[in-house]
């Protein structure tokens, strides 16, 4: 079992420009969260995707957008990059919403955006 | 909606010590609770969680910690750390019902000197 995988590792952009985040999660999860966790604090909750639709949201403008695909895994999109959007982005998967917030939440090792 | 606070930032600590990470948070409603750990460059690991029952809830890597309803605290504890334990240490909770979020403290960050 893989876990859960992100795509890229790194990743440089300047501001105003656009980029996707690629998150894979782990066998039998059909539930991803997206986090971002800003140099020295703890993650913040960006959206959560279940049966392709977003069920959750946090406090994050509509720049910051996602899709889950058939297969479970997901994109995080980011328009009109701020020098602000620098973070790591973590993807998270969980084995069903509907199976209740119980469940530990398996976290990718995060893709490392740089915004210049 | 829920806060967390972990009371310290950083907590250095000499190898074979022991340790107690302090969490407190803040909800209207009930909430799980759990520790994370963030090895560098790594994204995050489940030390432990609380769901109900015992108080005192023992995790992966010798960690405990214990959960007080009264004082809406989390702390987590080792009795003896090694080298291997530095790392960055989150507190989060969830709310039972309601939004599936973890909301996650600032987290804090434990190094261990020889």
């Known amino acids: 079992d893989a876990g859960v995988t992100q795509s890229p590792t790194h990743l440089i952009k300047t501001r105003g420009q656009q980029v996707t985040l690629r998150c894979s999660p782990k066998?039998?999860?059909?539930?991803v969260s997206w986090y971002q966790q800003a140099l020295g604090q703890g993650p913040q909750f960006i959206f959560q995707?279940?049966?392709?639709?977003?069920?959750q949201r946090g406090n994050f403008p509509d720049r910051f957008s996602g899709h889950q695909f058939p297969n479970y895994s997901s994109e995080l999109n980011v328009n009109a990059l701020l020098l602000g959007d620098s973070a790591l982005y973590l993807c998270?998967?969980?084995?069903?919403?509907?199976?209740?917030?119980?469940?530990?939440?398996?976290f990718g090792p995060g893709t490392r955006l740089t915004v210049l | 909606a829920q806060s967390v606070t972990q009371l310290d930032s950083q907590v250095p600590v000499f190898e074979e010590a022991p340790v107690e990470l302090r969490c407190n948070y803040s909800?209207?409603?009930?909430?799980?609770l759990f520790w994370y750990v963030q090895y560098p460059n790594q994204g995050l690991q489940l030390l432990l969680k609380?769901?109900?029952?015992?108080?005192l809830v023992k995790g992966i890597n010798g960690f405990e910690a214990e959960f007080n309803k009264s004082q809406t605290s989390f702390h987590l504890r080792k009795p003896s750390v090694h080298i291997s334990d530095t790392a960055e240490y989150f507190c989060?909770?969830?709310?039972?019902?309601?939004?599936?979020?973890?909301?996650f403290g600032q987290g804090t960050r434990l190094t261990i000197n020889p």
């Open positions: 989060a909770v969830i709310s039972v019902q309601g939004a599936q979020k973890l909301v």
């Open positions: 066998s039998g999860h059909d539930t």
């Open positions: 609380y769901l109900s029952g015992s108080t």
């Open positions: 909800s209207s409603v009930s909430v799980y």
């Open positions: 998270a998967s969980s084995p069903g919403v509907r199976r209740g917030p119980s469940n530990e939440q398996f």
């Open positions: 995707y279940y049966e392709e639709e977003e069920r």
